[in-house]
């Protein structure tokens, strides 16, 4: 009876914790709809519709910064003002990777993008980890980390 229960210990004990990482396909889905949405949101040039999926703890580290960028406040700033001086912008997302943690999730992938900034055209690819935890029911995106490839 002794091993029993220590079986029946040991065997709940592996299943909690070896099934915390939940990647469900309608999660899966969920998180990369959301990103697909925020692109569509900055490519539609609407900051207020992009900004619903911005953690107020933001933080980033993007292609060409040389700080983390801190707060939801400088986020939509530098969003806004790239927006600003770009035209006809489309990202597409490149084999997406989703894992879910409870209320955290990452996304690794690929990007490619393009567009026109200042009057050129411009295109670009990189690689990316968004992270995103889940508040109230909703997810919202609390960290990018963003690298630029040749």
Not at 20 to 43: C, G, P, R, V
Not at 71 to 90: F, H, M
Not at 101 to 107: K, L, M, S
Not at 131 to 147: A, D, P, V
Request: glycine share 6%; aromatic share 14%; proline share 3%.
């Amino acid at each position: 009876m002794r091993y029993y229960s220590f079986f029946l210990l040991l065997s709940t004990f592996v299943f909690t914790h070896c099934t915390s990482f939940t990647n469900t396909e309608a999660t899966t889905n969920e998180i990369k709809a959301i990103l697909t949405e925020m692109w569509d949101a900055i490519e539609q040039e609407d900051m207020d519709r992009y900004a619903r999926y911005i953690h107020p703890d933001f933080t980033q580290f993007g292609e060409y910064d040389s700080v983390l960028r801190q707060g939801k406040a400088a986020e939509l700033k530098g969003i806004s003002d790239w927006v600003l001086s770009a035209d006809s912008i489309q990202t597409q997302m490149i084999d997406p990777k989703v894992t879910v943690n409870g209320a955290t999730a990452w996304i690794t992938y690929y990007w490619s993008d393009k567009g026109v900034e200042q009057g050129k055209p411009f295109a670009t690819h990189g690689k990316s980890t968004r992270i995103f935890t889940k508040e109230n029911g909703k997810w919202l995106c609390i960290h990018g980390h963003y690298t630029l490839l040749p």
